[in-house]
């Protein structure tokens, strides 16, 4: 009897780590690490991360495609994809990894960090007296499973926690808001901004250099979704006159980042590369293999992506 068989891509993730993951929970699956793909008509499954144009044209009895990832426009719209369902991940260590990030980052700020490491590089002993969390107003844009964990920890922590996502969300200890009449009000009104809103047609440049003139003088901004949701050309003129005062960023049109980019050069961005959080093999797998027996069964699979939202 013929195995089903699973191709893997991925520019970043080790595929020694998923394909033995995989194995402990479908052994009867035959793993293929993409060049080595065998015969192209073979291949039901693929498990892929920003994979490139034409990749999945080879691929005419393909069933499902899980992304390596939370982001999946790198998958929609795409003309060599039959139409197939596409899962994303829900994985706890993802989960983990992005909230410790984003209480990272913001915490910096709330504590002044970024001027104590200022203050450092010119060997100055400079005091900032704290301020209580509970008068730091942070929003979080976007409360997907990501954005909805990191604002409650925040808010957990002692933060004053907004939200804002396309539809309503009920969150313990944030205040949540929906659509874009609620937006602006939101922007005016807090100091620290977390994006963790996806890349769709609705959030395509959502915050403009209108909406960045909106935020209070000086505001600190986090990016850890996509470089899209921003105009990456009125965040950098915002941050050079200081109405942005801080940012950081985590993900970017172009990565790596390309050394002549004028983010490099500015003292007040803070630069990681792409890294707020990945995907634990041994975690993620389960959800993968459950997917994979559903289909075999002909049901959905788990966290099927809706191509119309983009999530």
Avoid at 75 to 103: A, C, E, F, K, W
């Amino acid at each position: 009897m013929k195995r089903d068989a699973l191709v893997f891509y991925s520019p970043v993730d080790d595929p020694t780590a998923w394909r033995d993951a995989l194995a402990s929970e479908l052994p009867d699956l035959d793993f293929r690490i993409d060049p080595d793909v065998g015969d192209p008509a073979e291949i039901n499954y693929a498990l892929a991360w920003l994979p490139p144009k034409g990749f999945f044209r080879r691929f005419s009895n393909l069933k499902l495609l899980t992304n390596l990832g939370a982001g999946v426009d790198a998958l929609l719209n795409r003309d060599d994809l039959v139409p197939v369902p596409i899962t994303r991940l829900s994985d706890p260590g993802m989960v983990s990894l992005m909230t410790s990030y984003v209480i990272f980052a913001v915490t910096r700020y709330a504590r002044d960090m970024h001027i104590f490491e200022r203050a450092k590089r010119r060997g100055q002993w400079h005091y900032v007296h704290p301020r209580p969390l509970a008068e730091i107003k942070v929003c979080v844009l976007g409360l997907g499973e990501l954005g909805a964990h990191a604002a409650k920890s925040l808010a957990d922590m002692g933060y004053d926690v907004r939200g804002w996502s396309r539809t309503l969300k009920t969150i313990p200890g944030v205040e949540c808001h929906a659509g874009r009449g609620s937006l602006e009000t939101l922007l005016g009104d807090c100091e620290i901004f977390v994006s963790m809103l996806p890349a769709t047609n609705d959030t395509q440049a959502l915050l403009g250099a209108r909406e960045l003139a909106l935020m209070p003088a000086g505001a600190k901004f986090i990016n850890v979704s996509r470089s899209a949701v921003v105009d990456e050309a009125a965040l950098v003129a915002a941050l050079r006159s200081g109405a942005i005062g801080e940012a950081t960023l985590d993900v970017f049109g172009a990565e790596p980042l390309p050394p002549e980019h004028p983010y490099w050069a500015l003292d007040n961005v803070f630069i990681t590369p792409h890294l707020a959080s990945i995907t634990v093999p041994a975690l993620a797998v389960r959800d993968v293999a459950e997917s994979i027996r559903r289909v075999r069964r002909g049901e959905p699979p788990l966290h099927q992506v809706d191509p119309q939202r983009g999530y």
